[in-house]
Nanobody, 117 residues
Framework: QVHIVESGGGSVQPGGSLTLSCRASGFTSSTYVMSWYRQAPGKERELVAAISAGGSAHYANSVKGRFTISRDNAKATVYLQMNSLKPEDTAVYYC???????????WGRGTQVTVSS
């Protein structure tokens, strides 16, 4: 049975940092493109960052230079290191797995990130 579980969300002040984790099970996640998406209230879900099986990373322009995506295939876990957080980063963050860059096969339930003073 496929499971994708996000963790690490919380509340932080502007300028602070958080690290999100995404643990996958029930499939060979090491061969999948793993992605982080986010959805703010009243807005569409948007891609934040993605990483290929080989480690190539892609970032949304809004987070370049502040967020870093990485993966530990031995632990079937993907991370999103978020630095210099801004109030506009407030959203529910979702982890997704896809067999290709353009495909999203599995989704987690999300973790809330709130950036506020």
């Amino acid at each position: 049975q496929v499971h994708i579980v996000e963790s690490g969300g919380g509340s932080v002040q502007p300028g602070g940092s958080l690290t999100l984790s995404c643990r996958a099970s029930g499939f060979t996640s090491s061969t999948y493109v793993m992605s982080w998406y986010r959805q703010a209230p009243g807005k569409e879900r948007e891609l934040v960052a993605a990483i290929s099986a080989g480690g190539s990373a892609h970032y949304a322009n809004s987070v370049k230079g502040r967020f870093t995506i990485s993966r530990d295939n031995a632990k079937a876990t993907v991370y999103l290191q978020m630095n210099s957080l801004k109030p506009e980063d407030t959203a529910v963050y979702y982890c997704s797995a896809g067999s290709d860059w353009a495909i999203r096969d599995f989704w987690g339930r999300g973790t809330q990130v709130t950036v506020s003073s």
